[in-house]
């Protein structure tokens, strides 16, 4: 699912992608409600709707950041317990204290982690989220393979990931945008030029859309969907374990 305007590409390297995201951690998530237009916000929102039936759920999301996805799963009344990997310390940090400030660290944690190498036991969690991150990891066969082993069974694999839209002039709108105005606010209010130049080109290159689904069947997921957002923008998808 890739035209040939956004072929032809070189893919970013994923290595230590993690020390970028502790360069700009600070202004993190000020950029993202600005450059998203708060669209982010709603996003992250929209995943509790595709939460697996039943209660008391723990959820691990991966490649957590500031905790965002998690703390907004916290508000659930079905989440009652959670923890967040992430290899960026200083996003951790911000997370806890985020975590902290909304009372509650007794139940929602956050802690080192990889995605490709998650380092808690199989079938320990209901639901896992990965939030804009599966991107920027190094090998997403090795991530979606972790996401599944940490599920039980009956578990749901929750993926709000960028896409491009299929319209094409909302996709050359969307495109125009991502490489030229997006690098440009990103770089001048973060200080980090490299960082913005790189979400737009992990975006264009990454699969979606069915071929991203694709890779999910591969990985051993049932029950696969995908649920575009905004105009196909972002996309939720779901898998379970069966």
């Known amino acids: 699912?890739?035209?040939?305007?956004?072929?032809?590409?070189?893919?970013?390297?994923?290595?230590?992608?993690?020390?970028?995201?502790d360069r700009i951690a600070p202004r993190y998530d000020v950029l993202n409600r600005t450059l998203s237009a708060g669209q982010d916000v709603?996003?992250?929102?929209?995943?509790?709707?595709?939460?697996?039936?039943?209660?008391?759920?723990?959820?691990?999301?991966?490649?957590t950041g500031t905790a965002d996805q998690l703390l907004l799963l916290a508000r659930h009344p079905r989440v009652t317990t959670g923890i967040g990997l992430d290899l960026a310390e200083k996003m951790l940090a911000i997370g806890r204290d985020k975590i902290q400030r909304a009372g509650r660290a007794d139940a929602f944690t956050?802690?080192?982690?990889?995605?490709?190498?998650?380092?808690?036991?199989?079938?320990?969690?209901d639901v896992v989220t990965i939030t804009f991150g599966i991107r920027n990891v190094e090998s997403v066969d090795k991530a979606l393979t972790e996401i599944r082993r940490i599920l039980k069974p009956g578990g749901r694999a929750l993926i709000l990931e960028f896409s491009l839209p299929t319209n094409r002039f909302i996709r050359k709108t969307y495109l125009w945008y991502f490489r030229h105005i997006l690098p440009r606010i990103g770089g001048w209010v973060s200080g980090d030029a490299y960082a913005y130049r790189y979400l737009n080109q992990t975006v264009e290159d990454f699969p979606y859309g069915d071929a991203f689904c694709a890779l999910m069947?591969?990985?051993?997921?049932?029950?696969?969907?995908?649920?575009?957002?905004?105009?196909?923008?972002a996309s939720i998808y779901q898998g379970d374990r069966a």
């Open 42 to 63: 709603w996003w992250r929102k929209k995943v509790a709707r595709f939460l697996p039936d039943g209660e008391r759920l723990h959820v691990v999301d991966l490649a």
């Open 1 to 21: 699912m890739r035209t040939v305007e956004e072929s032809g590409r070189e893919t970013p390297s994923r290595a230590q992608v993690w020390s970028m995201f």
């Open 110 to 125: 956050l802690q080192t982690g990889d995605a490709t190498a998650v380092p808690l036991p199989d079938a320990c969690a």
């Open 217 to 233: 069947e591969n990985a051993g997921f049932v029950r696969i969907a995908a649920h575009p957002l905004t105009l196909g923008i």
